[in-house]
């Protein structure tokens, strides 16, 4: 896959996961087996992290910037500091699938699958909750309050930061749920969770379940769902090899590039909200 920053092409290993550093100047990207951390300046690589020996499939940045994220195939995650320097390293009992850190705590979530697990810099030991369906995705809730889990089994499990079961969304049909993102929009009124299936369709839950708006047709799978910063936009990318951006209500407004040659496993809009990558 190639990666394009500012006109530069990178050629990498299959990208999974990217994100950013809460001010912008740097990307994290999730490459074969390393984790990369672009300048997006100019496009150039600041450093080549190793220490995974499987495919990275998830990055994470701490919203106070202190600290970032990787999980792996090789079932372990590794927290870097700012520095890029590794501070520690825990274990699951299967391939990392993602990470993600409390928007306020910085308490990080991470899930494989078959179970996820808490880790926060003053707890010594890592809280782990085993699942029986493998777990696709996960988010937070913009008061960290609440952690959603994707389902394969099409279900989505609302924890609250104990890893308690508080409630359960079911989509009609039981397709994986592979995607799904709570919306950063401050005007909405409750907690909306944009969701996408792999029965190719976009909809919107409140965090005790109901509907808002109605279900949408994607016409594909997708595999990410991204808010911008502000939350008044939404990127999905996936099996159709297109990004695509979309009003926060769910319309298509159009394809962000050109078709890439093989799926799109990610997509992130910087925190200016004026690229997207």
């Not at 995705?137 to 104990?162: E, F, P």
Request: proline residues 2%.
């Amino acid at each position: 896959m190639v990666l394009v920053i500012n006109g530069f092409f990178i050629v990498l290993f299959s990208i999974y996961d990217l994100c950013f550093n809460p001010d912008g100047t740097q990307l994290i990207v999730a490459g074969g087996n390393h984790v990369l951390v672009y300048d997006t300046s100019d496009g150039s690589l600041i450093q080549l992290l190793k220490g995974h020996k499987d495919k990275v499939h998830t990055v994470s940045y701490a919203k106070n910037g202190e600290k970032f994220a990787s999980g792996s195939a090789d079932k372990t995650i590794i927290i870097w500091s700012n520095k890029l320097e590794g501070l520690l390293k825990y274990s699951h009992n299967d391939s990392v699938q993602c990470v993600s850190f409390n928007p306020l705590s910085h308490q990080l979530a991470s899930c494989s699958l078959s179970d996820f697990a808490f880790w926060s810099a003053d707890q010594k030991a890592v809280q782990k909750h085993k699942t029986n369906v493998r777990i696709n995705s996960c988010s937070w809730t913009n008061d960290g309050q609440y952690l959603a889990l994707a389902l394969n089994n099409g279900v989505i499990s609302i924890r609250n930061k104990l890893g308690e079961e508080k409630g359960k969304i079911e989509r009609p049909g039981g397709g994986a749920i592979w995607a799904i993102a709570w919306s950063t929009f401050k005007g909405d009124q409750t907690d909306t969770l944009c969701v996408t299936d792999w029965n190719k369709t976009l909809s919107f839950y409140t965090l005790g379940g109901k509907y808002i708006g109605k279900e949408r047709n994607l016409g594909y799978n997708a595999l990410r769902v991204r808010y911008f910063p502000r939350g008044d936009y939404i990127l999905i990318s996936g099996l159709n090899k297109y990004c695509q951006l979309f009003t926060r209500e769910g319309i298509k407004l159009g394809m962000i590039g050109e078709q890439q040659n093989s799926w799109i496993w990610c997509c992130e809009a910087d925190p200016s909200g004026n690229f997207v990558f």
